[in-house]
């Protein structure tokens, strides 16, 4: 239901990260492509990639997101019916 949503502009947060210096980021999603979300972290550009990583982007609740399930175009990822 949300995975088909567009991501810009919301509130994201990194939740679980490969990378562990990464986890716990908290910003806004600024930009998206294929394999990264951009999120503006205090004033900073952060360049997180999908895969591997767990999110939660907020809606009108948090919600969680695998990084694995989103790593598509975006334009490509809001064409699909919701099946997820």
Known sequence: MYLNQEFI??????????????????GIVVNETHNLLIVKVEG???????VGNLFEIYFDKWIEIEGDLINIKPENRIKIKSKW
């Open 9 to 26: 502009g919301r509130k994201c947060r990194l939740i679980r990260s490969s990378d562990v210096s990464k986890t716990g980021l908290e």
């Open 44 to 50: 900073i550009l952060k360049k997180i990639p999908k």
